[in-house]
């Protein structure tokens, strides 16, 4: 089976599959399943085209355990996310601000995902498809990346854990560990697993593909689904606090901290009022 014949599987299973998805949000009201549904789709989709590629055997291998190690660790957090709250906010925004129109409107964005699915699937491919020698400096500094990519969103995500699970933290910032270099280190780490792929392919024509999904992800997580979604949640009921944190730490990029006399008085006369969000 050739490449395009792969992709076009690819893409009906995943009709039928989001489809599924859909009729299982509509009975649980849970439409956050569908970022689940997300990982391990093209994780799996990933890996079957990783498998179709032409590079070295050890660098398939290099590339399969990278996007096997990502979806493990993204998909096991989400399903305890996902099954253990309620809603995610942004999905109960959509349910709330569509009304009536929610069930249509959300059957065609998880149909959109199945696309996607496929779409981000076709940088693991690219990197794959590298064909030099390999065991290179660049296969290297992917594997190097992503486990520092994987350390980091670990990282984050427990220091975020342990921060809310302290009753006394409630109603605060958190501006523990990272969080106090990046309002977002998680999406940052996750970003940087993206950039191991560019890494692996380097030197090859198929190089755009990976440096193509990279650019897309970085936009999507700080243009569109992720960070402006995410802060204007937040903001919207914790204003004066959030501005400040927004202020003094980067959004994104971990940077020092930018101290200044107004917001440092600003920080003195108010109490915390809100749980910090990734």
């Known amino acids: 089976m050739n490449f395009w014949l792969w992709c076009y599987v690819i893409w009906q299973v995943n009709t039928v599959v989001f489809t599924g998805i859909w009729l299982l949000q509509k009975k649980t009201k849970n439409a ?8 391990f789709g093209t994780g799996i989709a990933g890996m079957i085209l990783v498998g179709q590629a032409s590079g070295p055997a050890v660098r398939k291998w290099i590339v399969g355990g990278i996007v096997l190690a990502w979806t493990l660790r993204l998909g ?25 129109a929610f069930e249509k409107r959300i059957f065609l964005f998880f149909q959109l995902q199945a696309i996607w699915t496929l779409l981000f ?15 290179q400096w660049f296969d290297i500094a992917g594997i190097l990346l992503f486990t520092v990519s994987l350390a980091g969103v670990t990282l984050a995500d427990y220091q975020l854990f342990r921060f809310r699970s302290d009753e006394s933290n409630r109603g605060r910032v958190c501006r523990v560990g990272l969080w106090k270099y990046s309002r977002h280190p998680n999406y940052f780490f996750e970003w940087l ?22 650019l897309v992800m970085f936009w999507f997580l700080t243009k569109v689904t992720g960070i402006p979604i995410t802060e204007k949640r937040v903001s919207s009921s914790r204003k004066q606090e959030f501005e400040i944190y927004q202020n003094e730490v980067n959004a994104f990029f971990p940077g ?9 008085n600003a920080a003195a006369g108010q109490l915390h009022s809100s749980n910090s969000e990734g």
């Open 76 to 100: 096991i957090y989400l399903g305890v996310r996902i099954f253990s709250e309620e809603e995610d906010g942004r999905y109960a925004d959509m349910r709330k601000k569509w009304g009536d």
């Open 32 to 39: 956050g399943i569908v970022d689940l549904a997300w990982t």
């Open 121 to 135: 699937a076709l940088p693991m491919y690219s990197a794959a498809m590298n064909d030099g020698p390999a065991w």
């Open 193 to 214: 697993h993206w950039l191991a792929y560019v890494f692996v392919s380097f030197g090859s024509p198929w190089m755009i593909g990976t440096v193509a999904g990279a």
């Open 256 to 264: 020092p901290v930018r101290h200044s006399a107004d917001t440092g």
